[in-house]
């Protein structure tokens, strides 16, 4: 009984650890702006926080993610002059905590739409509160409704507008969302056939 029980367990913790593995891997996506900087935030780290959050149970739901952010933010931070503990990156973790959370509201749902919606949800969300802290940090915003609407969709003047970061933003999103569960939906269905072929043995 116990030999059966490493077989249907072996699948689901190769699975996990590949996972992990890929987070951590693209993670490093995020240098991709440096040399194609149309490519500005078309990322797959808000559709790891999001589907990490809906399919994968225990720590490494949060580990992977967060490690891929730091590991990458370590590096990647002093190419735009910044640290790994400024205002603006505590917020993105903020914002990457609430996109997790917003996965787990939709735990391991097979249905296209709620996907969907989560993974724009997550695009939305983290360019709000982002686009958000900017307009209150930033002179260059005035602290009207106005000023706000400009920080959302239109940016700093002299810098790209704002809404081809939140295009960017929506698109990888969905795209690698959408990969993700694929990958964690089939990977459930093998499970399961291998738990309905596998015969109990007698101890």
């Known amino acids: 009984m116990q030999s059966n ?3 249907e367990t072996q699948p689901q913790n190769l699975s996990q650890l590949w996972f992990v593995i890929l987070i951590i891997a693209a993670g490093w996506s995020r ?4 040399s194609h900087p149309e ?3 078309f990322t797959p780290v808000l559709a790891l926080f999001f589907i ?3 399919y994968v149970k225990g720590h490494l739901s949060w580990i992977g993610p967060v490690v891929a952010v730091i590991a990458s933010d370590l590096v990647l931070n002093p190419s735009y002059g910044a640290g790994l503990f400024e205002p603006f990156t505590l917020i993105s973790i903020f914002a990457y905590l609430g996109i997790f959370f917003l996965g787990k509201s939709i735990r391991s749902s ?3 739409f709620p996907l969907f919606v989560g993974a724009l949800g997550s695009a939305l969300l983290f360019h709000g509160i982002t686009c958000g ?3 209150l940090m930033n002179p260059a915003y005035s602290k009207t409704v106005s000023g706000f609407w400009q920080a959302q969709f239109f940016g700093e003047p002299g810098y790209a507008p704002a809404y081809l970061f939140l295009r960017n933003s929506i698109l990888s999103t969905l795209l690698f969302s959408g990969i993700f569960s694929w990958i964690f939906i089939k990977n459930k269905e093998k499970r399961f056939f291998i738990g309905k072929t596998v015969q109990p043995t007698k101890a």
């Open 133 to 135: 802290f900017a307009w």
């Open 5 to 7: 029980s490493k077989k």
């Open 110 to 112: 097979k249905k296209i």
């Open 52 to 54: 990490s959050g809906a």
């Open 39 to 41: 490519l500005f935030n």
């Open 31 to 34: 240098y991709l702006p440096l």
